[in-house]
């Protein structure tokens, strides 16, 4: 069984920092890509970031300079390093790991953890 089980979530100050954690089971995890997505009140799914199963990284315009994403392959775990967080950062963040072969895409998503960016 694959799950993907996000953390680190909460309430912070603006200007605060946070460290989100996705850790999966049930897969190779090393050969996926996995991307941080968020969902604001009111808002689109926005694509936050990115890191490939070769490390290679792209963020979201408005996160750049502020958020790190990174992975520990031997702990399956990818991390979404918040920092100088915004109002609007608030939103429910989830993973997703994705690995696409042979024409096919096998995905997999998390249930999602809870930011609150307020004073």
């Known amino acids: 069984q694959v799950q993907l089980v996000e953390s680190g979530g909460g309430l912070v100050q603006p200007g605060g920092s946070l460290r989100l954690s996705c850790a999966a089971s049930?897969?190779?995890?090393?050969?996926?890509?996995v991307d941080w997505y968020r969902q604001g009140p009111g808002k689109q799914r926005e694509l936050v970031a990115t890191?490939?199963?070769?490390?290679?990284?792209n963020y979201a315009d408005s996160v750049k300079g502020r958020f790190t994403i990174s992975r520990d392959n031997a702990k399956s775990t990818v991390y979404l390093q918040m920092n100088s967080l915004k109002p609007e950062d608030t939103a429910v963040y989830s993973c997703?790991?994705?690995?696409?072969?042979?024409?096919?895409?096998?995905?997999?998503w998390g249930q999602g953890t809870q930011v609150t960016v307020s004073s």
């Open positions: 049930g897969i190779n995890f090393r050969i996926y890509a």
């Open positions: 890191i490939s199963s070769g490390g290679s990284i």
């Open positions: 997703h790991a994705l690995r696409r072969f042979y024409g096919t895409t096998q995905d997999y």
